[in-house]
């Protein structure tokens, strides 16, 4: 492709927009063949569950019966229309991340899933855009596949795991790929996906996306900060799913240990509360006052709204979520679309030129 999608907002004239919701998923309506002689652990297939429903098959046992809605355009946008959300940016379901899958064939898989989203965003009416996933557990192939998403489908960025098959976001050795998505002006979202620590809880297996899950995310988002990651690439953009999870109370506790612990104090060049303020989470919390809480730590120009769309456990009501949790108008719109705005590059992606992949690369990076 000689040059870019044109990713930018189409909306009415006059109008300003509705919500911007940066957590919401895709599962295409089909897979293609396990790659390879034989079956391959991990490699997901679909099964029709009635008219408007599959059942994601992985390993021969059922993962998960979603709607059509994962891959359907006008179904998303039907629902949108309702819940006031102007603008979605599609995902993968974390489980099609395949970092347990062998590199090669995982690669094949997100390439699948990536294209599976660019229709959708294609078939949008200017009201998709793409955050595409890549195999990190191969660096290479991860930064050969962002930049396929970025420079030749127009996706946003990406969405990773909380964890590499336990290695966390901050771990140095991804920093590669941390550093291609600056370069690019490539968002990036964190998801949680296998966390850690589920031997420590009893009961049922939901208890994985209702516990587990934010869990998770606090630890990757406290791995970035004690990793400086964002002292590296000042200008990299990453947010965290579910409020951060557990991250904004672990802050004030890793504040502390800046201060009482020397070796805290040399590990890290800025302090955990400043750090904390360069990340960017979504709303997707469930209460008025940890909403609040997240506006507190992460800043009025870092909360941006997450549903976790179209699984059944999300925020059914996003817009009206916010409303409750605030007042004052200016601070509605910032936390209601226009950070989602900001995080996502959208007011910096070049509409109605056709450019080569390096002179897209370089205006963006230098605009992001």
């Known amino acids: ?31 293609p063949e396990t790659p390879g002689p034989g079956p391959l652990k991990g490699w997901p297939s679909m099964v029709a569950s009635g008219e408007c429903h599959a059942t994601v098959v992985i390993d021969d046992k059922p993962y998960r019966t979603v709607n059509d809605a994962c891959w359907v355009a006008e179904r998303r946008l039907e629902e949108m229309d309702k819940t006031g959300i102007r603008i979605q940016a599609l995902s993968p379901m974390p489980e099609l991340f395949g970092y347990w899958i062998r590199a090669g064939a995982a690669n094949d898989l ?23 996933g890549v195999a990190l557990q191969d660096i290479d192939l991860a930064i050969e596949e962002l930049r396929r998403v970025v420079l030749d489908l127009g996706f946003a960025g990406v969405e990773i795991g909380s964890n590499i098959n336990g290695v966390p976001v901050g771990d140095p ?23 850690a620590g589920m031997d420590r809880l009893v009961g049922p297996a939901p208890l994985q996306q209702v516990l587990g899950y934010p869990t998770d995310v606090g630890l990757a988002a406290a791995s970035v900060i004690t990793s400086g990651l964002l002292l590296k690439f000042p200008r990299l953009r990453i947010a965290f799913s579910h409020g951060g999870g557990t991250f904004a109370s672990l802050l004030p506790r890793l504040q502390q240990g800046y201060f009482a612990f020397p070796a805290l104090r040399e590990s890290m ?3 955990p509360i400043v750090q904390a303020r360069r990340i960017y989470v ?16 992460f800043g009025e120009d870092r909360v941006m709204i997450g549903t976790d769309y179209p699984f059944n456990f999300r925020d059914a009501d996003p817009v009206a979520s916010i409303q409750s949790a605030f007042a004052d108008e200016a601070l509605r719109d910032r936390l209601i679309f226009r950070n989602a705005l900001d995080f996502l ?3 910096k992606v070049f509409s109605n030129e056709r450019l080569s992949r390096d002179e897209f690369a370089q205006r963006r990076a230098v605009n992001s």
């Open 269 to 271: 060049a800025e302090s």
């Open 110 to 132: 997100v390439r699948h899933v990536n294209d599976s989203i660019a229709a959708l965003v294609a078939e949008g009416e200017g009201r998709f855009v793409g955050l595409g």
């Open 282 to 297: 979504d709303s997707l919390v469930f209460d008025v006052e940890t909403l609040r809480r997240a506006v507190s730590v």
């Open 1 to 31: 492709m000689d040059g870019v999608r044109d990713n930018s907002l189409r909306l009415k004239p006059g109008c300003l927009c509705g919500g911007v919701d940066i957590h919401c998923h895709v599962v295409p309506s089909r897979f």
């Open 173 to 195: 050795r991804l920093d590669p790929f941390f550093e291609e998505a600056e370069k690019l002006g490539a968002a990036i979202f964190v998801h949680a996906v296998r966390p």
């Open 345 to 347: 590059g959208l007011d």
